[in-house]
């Protein structure tokens, strides 16, 4: 979810890109095309993801089989996005596929079933922004401690730690560089 | 008359035995613990621990401004500082939409070269002394490796952390003999190619060693996610230069290195054989190279993007090396991903141990060529 609309009609735009394809290709789902900066981004509610990533990768002229990244947003009070971005090594096209959680219900079925490659991707995005992943096989934390499970450092309401400033003159300076 | 030692009755009890690598281990590369467990010589299952050097380089990105952020990119990958530094102002020109002067992008495509020939110097050093060519590998590698640091430490002024590439261009200009350096190092390189490729390639115990040793097919490869020569060894011939080229490698040729079998072996080659192109890109570029501006005509004091969001990925050494900024406008990154290719390349670490012998574990970790810091960021 950005801060700005795409200008005019979302389906003008798109000429250009996959989005035919990917339009066909996700018949019977709810998909909500953006122009990103780079590559096509694509929202699909939370209940659909992970039929559409399924679809998306099968799916004969488009066959995502590659997962580059995944990760998440946090939007603070408007919930957190979780992102995907594939890519076919086929037809090398690329993705964004993006699904939008409510801060009172993040948990969202685990991709680990459409690419191995997430296996990883979902424990760190779980540890880092607390969403959880339905049924996926390993839920440990990846990179933070095993008791570190009450707070989520990548999120915007984590403080980062103060710097520590030692000597009586830095103090004024390191005040005003953070403001 | 002596009694026969009587026949025992009860079967041997086996039990599988855990054993545990690292996290302080010299052959880690970093700080990296996996548990193995062996039955007899074979290992049955590997977990794999990462995490130890996490810093939080994400979250300390997302408070500095677009600047910043450039000599964070140095720490997280810190065998390849060029190419992470590149992904990172490339996000941010492409968000900020400033044009790059012709002069910074080929000055940039050699750094970027140099660099993968220094990090995969480092690597056959390493890998020689992980197989067991103690000593002889490594000393030739960082012989080598130390050439082009030299170079490195002239035009950025520091060894490892150079943060000297900017959003827009360069921070600034290269000594006036660069170009002859260059071709010295690159003589250096190839001469230096040669003999590692003499003394490791063409050793039969080091080739019984690595041949058919963790192998990990094109279908596992990919939906396992690995990049860069790791997946290219399993005859995937994916690289980013080439399929979606950015500065100016549509412009060079050069020839992208697959394997065939998918084993440690391949994945050794791979490199030795990669370095050799980035020699071919380096010497192309070296005669596209004009003089000219290397920052922008107009180029604001403090940056500032619009909101919006890229993914911008690159070709490291190790694989694709990707950033994903996220903006909300303003003058720092509302997030800021960093797709480490080590993550994902040791995921597959399980596909490539798993049914082989312990004495090969070292020698497959080592083939990934993994940095620790870019795992853990």
Known sequence: MTTDEPNGSAAD?????????????????????????????????????????????????LSFDYLRNLTAIDWEEEGIDVVYHLYSTEHRHNLTVKCHLDNDDLTLDT???????????????????GVRFEGHPDPRPLLLPEDMDDTFPLRKDHPLAEIEVLQGEGIAYAEEAFE | ??????????????????????????????????VLTIDGELITDVTPYVGYMHRGAE???????????????????????????????????RLAELEVPERATWIRMILCELNRLSSHFMFLGAFGTDVGVF???????????????DLFEEITGDRLMFAYFRAGGLAWEV?????TRVREVLKDS????????????????????????????????????????????SGVPMDIRRDEPYLFYDQVDFDVITG??????????????????????????????????????????????????????????????????????????????????????????????????????????????????????
């Open chain 2, 1 to 34: 008359m002596t009694q026969p030692p009587p026949v025992l009755e009860n079967e041997f009890e086996t039990e599988d035995i855990f054993v545990n690598m690292g996290p302080q281990h010299p052959s880690t590369h970093g700080v990296f613990r996996m």
């Open chain 1, 111 to 129: 991709a680990t079933t459409v690419w191995r490659a997430a296996g990883w991707l979902e424990r760190e995005t779980a540890e880092m922004f």
């Open chain 2, 190 to 233: 190839r001469e230096g190619l040669r003999e590692l490729d003499g003394l490791m390639t063409q050793n039969e115990i080091f080739r019984a060693r690595t041949e058919g040793v963790g192998v990990i097919t094109a279908e596992d490869a990919i939906d396992w996610g690995t990049s860069g020569p790791t997946l290219r060894a």
């Open chain 1, 13 to 61: 735009s798109l000429d250009d890109t996959i989005w035919g394809a990917v339009d066909a290709a996700l018949a019977g789902i709810t998909a909500d095309p953006e122009r990103g900066a780079q590559d096509l981004i694509v929202f699909i509610p939370k209940g659909e993801l992970t039929r559409g990533l399924r679809v998306l990768k099968s799916s004969e002229g």
């Open chain 2, 135 to 149: 000593g002889t590998a490594f000393v030739y590698g960082f012989r080598n490796r130390e050439v082009i640091q």
């Open chain 2, 260 to 377: 065939d079998h998918g084993d440690v072996f391949d994945r050794f080659y791979g490199r030795i054989r990669e370095a050799s192109e980035s020699i071919k890109i380096i010497e192309q570029c070296l005669e596209r190279l004009e003089p000219g501006p290397i920052v922008p005509d107009r180029l604001p004091r403090m940056l500032r993007t619009p909101a919006g969001e890229v993914y911008t990925r690159t070709e490291a050494p190790r694989g694709e090396y990707g950033i994903y900024l996220v903006s909300k406008g303003g003058n720092r990154p509302h997030r800021l991903k960093i797709r480490s290719a080590c993550l994902s390349n040791l995921q597959a670490l399980r596909d490539m141990t798993i049914g082989g012998y312990v004495a090969d574990a070292v020698v497959i970790l080592g083939s990934l060529d993994i940095v620790l810091c870019e795992v853990d960021r």
């Open chain 2, 59 to 93: 979250k300390l990105c997302e408070t500095m401004d677009y600047r910043q952020g450039i000599g964070y990119m140095d720490r997280t990958e810190y065998l390849a500082n060029f190419n992470a530094e590149l992904s990172y102002v490339m996000a941010v020109e």
């Open chain 2, 175 to 179: 000594p006036d003999n660069f170009e």
